[in-house]
């Protein structure tokens, strides 16, 4: 069985211009979730979606970033402008209802 | 509100030594419990969960943990370390409302260190 896909793994853009990040999910499940991770730090959540709705995007910054979930399984995560501080790694990651959760490699962002 | 800590930011224990990784949370109800681990630039590994039943957990690579309710505690454990335990690890806890309105936390993490 695939695990979740992420890309680009890496990414380095200038501040002020735009960037996404592309997750695949495991097949059948339901949840996807779309972290930030600082170094050293655990996960912070930014959105998370129950097939192709967002449930709870309270902590993501809506200014700026966006996310969607198109037909319940891939989704996208965009910035636009980078700032300085997105520099981190995305995580994203899917689950069954009250299961784990199974994270992908994630992409690690420098905004330069 | 929902929180989890980590007290720890560091573990070193030797080789072959048993360990402990402290978690402790808070939540209403009765928390979904998880552990993961996480090795240098890759994503995040499930060890092992609680959600109801036995509270000592068995999970992957050796380890497990007690769900201790009246301390609301879930420490992570392993009776023998290897060196190749070596890592990031993180208690993660949920709350146990119904889809759409959980909320699931990560602690802040403790990196273990075996040494050989």
Redesign the interface.
């Known amino acids: 069985e695939a695990g979740v896909v992420q890309s680009p793994r890496y990414k380095i853009i200038e501040k002020k211009q735009p960037v996404a990040f592309w997750c695949n999910p495991i097949s059948g499940h339901n949840t996807l979730y779309w972290y930030l991770q600082n170094l050293g730090q655990g996960p912070e959540l930014l959105i998370r979606y129950e097939n192709e709705e967002a449930v709870d995007d309270s902590q993501l910054p809506k200014d700026r970033f966006s996310a969607e979930r198109l037909k319940g399984v891939d989704s996208t995560l965009k910035i636009q402008p980078a700032e300085l501080g997105d520099s981190a790694v995305y995580l994203c990651a899917s689950s069954s209802f009250e299961d784990e959760q199974f994270f992908g490699p994630g992409t690690r962002l420098t905004v330069l | 509100a929902q929180s989890v800590a980590q007290p720890e930011d560091q573990v070193n224990v030797a080789e072959g030594n048993p360990l402990t990784v402290k978690c402790t949370y808070s939540v209403s109800g009765n928390p979904?419990l998880?552990w993961?681990v996480q090795y240098p630039?890759?994503?995040?590994?499930?060890l092992l969960?609680y959600?109801t039943g036995d509270n000592l957990v068995k999970g992957s690579y050796g380890f497990e943990a007690e769900f201790n309710k009246s301390q609301t505690s879930f420490h992570l454990k392993k009776p023998s370390a290897l060196v190749s335990d070596s890592a990031?690890y993180?208690c993660a806890v949920r709350d146990p409302a119904t889809?759409?309105?959980y909320?699931?936390?990560?602690?802040?993490?403790t990196?273990l260190k075996v040494l050989a």
């Open positions: 979904y998880f993961y630039n890759r994503g995040l590994q499930f969960k959600i990031l993180f889809s759409g309105t909320k699931y936390i990560f602690g802040t993490g990196r």
